[in-house]
């Protein structure tokens, strides 16, 4: 079987890394915005420094990125003219609710996305809206703690009912939080959490993920509640783990590593948590902080198909002394098999395929690829020209692959969104340098350039792919 006939193709965005505009339309300070570039970055990143304002010296990529905000139309247009079939974005929660905590939102939040909506509907694409993509309004976080505190699932409850009532009819697709596995690293960004000294991280890191859980399972409930049309998904940061060596030790480290990632999905998608956590919470005399009626939620509200990144598969080793990742977040061991990007990621088509069977046989749910690419330096030729072949063979591998886990393996897929169709800031650098776009935007490191749009090679190329829906891949 090929790709469906309405398989949804398409790219993906985050508010935090394309908006800008972060003190226009009423919208309050986010955790995302204090997030420096830098060599300080990841301690800001991973709750290891306090950063809970703008400090003298630093510099924000958040705040302005790439102007989305004033420049959606356009970039909208680029999209439709590349033929997507849908357009991944996310909710900046503090456009909605300022504060986080108000009885009510923002108007012209509200406004903002009902008009970004409804130009995608004008060209025929279907918005996929991750509601919280590492976002998190600062007063909650400097006033409740952020996820630590089971407040916030109630402020969650509230953003996403406004969402599903004001946005019903318009969107179909949603996703809960982005890649929420990622809170057990980037813990600033994935939870609004800072550490306090001499606090028990593995409590705080599992209450924060049981919070969220909750919450997820709410946004399912209520989505569903609101309209049955809804399609309500879990957002994993994948890529599986392979074992070092066909060493047991290495097999079995390498199935741990899995299990910290599944752990949030075995809960969003099977509905209770799973007999390895449980046992792992007991040896860290952790008891998950359940209120009444949380099971039987989270039980009744799973997810009704799987999302999920890839960008690179992993290695671990049952020796620990292998295991001397840098801290970031795609630490692991070093595939001796695989050519790296320039910022070290390694490059696995083939990867894909398995973590995608990985995943269908683990849950057997519908499957949504909603991130996948290659950062890259991009240097425009002398007329200004950029010829990003390297970007090119990336995705063709990638989509090969992805093409043959649903035709040789049976495996049931939605869409596929590549990452930053756009040029967008990091995530992991707040860079501007590490490019994924089909369509470029001058802007550099330091926030110079004129955010003029233009289109790479790699524009027609897509174009293309997605005409022939994936059948031509020259
Ligand atoms: P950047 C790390 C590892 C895997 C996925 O990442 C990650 C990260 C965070 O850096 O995040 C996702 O921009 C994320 C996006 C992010 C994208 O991967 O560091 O959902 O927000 O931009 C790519 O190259």
Redo the contacts with the bound molecule.
Sequence with gaps: MPLRKDFLWGG?T?A??CEGAFDEGGRGLANVDVIPHGPERWAV?SGNRRMFDFEDGYYYPAKQAIDFYHHYKEDIQLFAEMGFKTYRMSIAWSRIYPQGDEEQPNEEGLRFYEDVFKECRKAGIEPLVTIT??DCPMHLITAYGGWRNRKLVEFYKRLVTTLFTRYKGLVHYWLTF??IN?LL??SF?GAGICFEEGEDRFRTLYTAAHHELIASAWAVKIGHEIDPENKIGC?L?A?SYYPYSCKPEDVFAAQRENHKNYFFIDVQSRGTYPGYALKEFERNHFEIPFEEGDQALLKENTVDFISF?Y??SRVASGDPAQNDGEG???KGVKNPYLEASQ?G?QIDPLGLRITMNDLYDRYQKPLFIV?N?L?AVDIPDENGEIDDDYRIAYLRAHIQAMKEAVEQDGIELLGYTT??PID??????GEMS?R?GFIYVDRDDQGQGTLKRSKKKSFDWYKKVIASNGEDLD
């Design positions: 993906a985050a935090n890394q990143v993509h590492f982005n890649e990622v690293h980037g960004m957002m940061a890529g990144s960008y690179s970031n977040m795609m910022w990621w991130e690419g950062g990452w930053g967008l800031v990091s995530a992991g650098t590490k994924y």
